[in-house]
């Protein structure tokens, strides 16, 4: 979803971005999950694609605004935030075995609040 709005050589968007979380596969529970009859140890799992990541949701903000330096050069000032709610996006978890063999989860996370500016000139 998104939208935008215009006044005066003054433009708004608003911006929301939704999906429901991607699947991915865990290991199994407890000892069972790790597979010490080979060397080195493996991660035994369970079904493929057997869990959800949470949902996903982003909204950002944005506001520019276009103006003439000269008769012959234009320019644009703008800022936006993404992320506006600052909400922590999990994008992917996978599994590995640590120094200990012990099964760590890792995650990928998306940017939190991020704020941003631009300035353009055409000319």
């Known amino acids: 979803f998104a939208s935008t709005y215009m ?15 991607k699947p991915y596969t865990q290991p199994l529970e407890g000892p069972a999950g ?26 950002d903000v944005s506001a520019l605004y276009e103006f003439d330096l000269s008769p012959t050069v234009r320019a644009t000032a703008g800022a936006s935030v ?12 996978y599994y590995r075995l640590n120094r200990q063999n ?7 996370i998306s940017l939190g609040l991020t704020p941003n500016i631009s300035f353009r000139v055409a000319f």
């Open 7 to 21: 006044y005066r050589g003054l433009k708004f968007g608003l911006g929301l971005n939704y999906r429901t979380g």
């Open 34 to 59: 790790i597979n010490t009859s080979v060397f080195p140890f493996t991660i035994d799992y369970q079904s493929p694609n057997s869990s959800r990541l949470p949902d996903y949701l982003r909204a």
């Open 82 to 93: 993404l992320n506006i709610f600052n909400r922590r996006n999990v994008l992917n978890t």
């Open 102 to 108: 012990e099964i760590e989860t890792v995650e990928s």
